[in-house]
């Protein structure tokens, strides 16, 4: 990790850098903030008594990077505006190396979560982008149980309402053998996200539909699940199957035209199918499954 020290103190600056390479960091000092605009670091030390220099620009242009004011008072100059800025934080000169390094250490952690935040949310966007549904997010309320014929469905259902209504979802797999752990856990201000009910004997589901009356949950299932609890269905036809699972036929020729006819021309479906176009077309009228013009 790279540290750039933004101070006109020379002997300040050098201190704090020779400290920090103690403890591993590679350091660069500048005493001009349009030189240090020029640098490329990870966390930039900067000072605000810069006799004629405006900190502006230097925290707009670096706001994603961890900035931390180095301050001899606190006033909204030195403090307020850079925060609003974008600066992470700040610290009053004289300071000990350890609260800084507990400082660097504190926002690098936040740093990466954010980064493996961004990370899960775009491939669970991309592994359910291809699933369809019509269902009106707005209509939904918790606590709720689904009951799905397609886990992934009942998956984008619930990840869509969280984000739209910026909620922090906790998920409990109640296939994992802490799942009761992981409910005491639970923050109170959490949006519980529950699976896999198949997996529990009814004592386990009874012991689990009472807990839950604490709790602001949804609760999706596989299989019927009689409950006092708000329940919707959400079935499809298009679902992907599971590699263990033996289909009919028909349900194997109803899959992959759902699945693909808008990726492919009839033809070439019919091709991959092994039947004849007008076999395809016979099945399409049989089972509905015309295009959508």
Do not use: C
Not at 57 to 72: A, D, N, R, Y
Not at 97 to 126: A, C, G, P, S, V
């Amino acid at each position: 990790m790279k540290i750039i020290i933004v101070e006109n103190e020379l002997y300040l600056a050098q201190s704090i850098a020779s400290k920090l390479t103690e403890n591993g960091f590679e350091t660069e000092i500048y005493s001009s903030i349009k030189e240090a605009m020029q640098s490329s670091g990870d966390v930039y030390l900067l000072s605000t008594n810069l006799p004629g220099q405006n900190t502006a620009p230097l925290i707009t242009q670096f706001k994603e990077k961890i900035i931390i004011l180095m301050v001899s008072y606190i006033n909204n100059d030195t403090v307020g505006e850079p925060l609003k800025l974008g600066a992470k934080d700040y610290i009053v000169k004289p300071f000990m190396i350890e609260e800084l390094l507990r400082k660097i250490e504190h926002y690098q952690e936040y740093q990466d979560l954010k980064k493996h935040t961004r990370l899960y949310q775009e491939y669970m966007e991309n592994l359910l982008q291809e699933i369809e549904t019509d269902f009106d997010i707005d209509t939904l309320s918790t606590p709720l149980v689904i009951q799905t014929n397609y886990q992934r469905l009942a998956d984008k259902v619930v990840f869509e309402y969280a984000h739209k209504n910026e909620k922090l979802l906790t998920f409990v797999p109640l296939g994992n053998k802490e799942w009761k752990e992981k409910l005491e856990s639970a923050s109170p201000n959490s949006l519980l996200y529950i699976t896999e009910t198949h997996t529990l004997k009814k004592a386990d589901k009874e012991h689990l539909l009472n807990k839950l009356k604490t709790y602001d949950f949804i609760l999706s299932t596989t299989t019927e699940l009689e409950t006092d609890y708000d329940t919707i269905i959400l079935n499809t036809d298009s679902k992907l199957y599971d590699q263990n699972e033996i289909l009919t036929i028909d349900d194997y020729v109803k899959f992959i035209v759902n699945s693909f006819q808008y990726k492919f021309p009839d033809t070439e479906l019919s091709k991959k199918l092994g039947i004849s176009r007008k076999s395809l077309w016979e099945k399409r009228k049989k089972y509905g499954l015309f295009k959508k013009k």
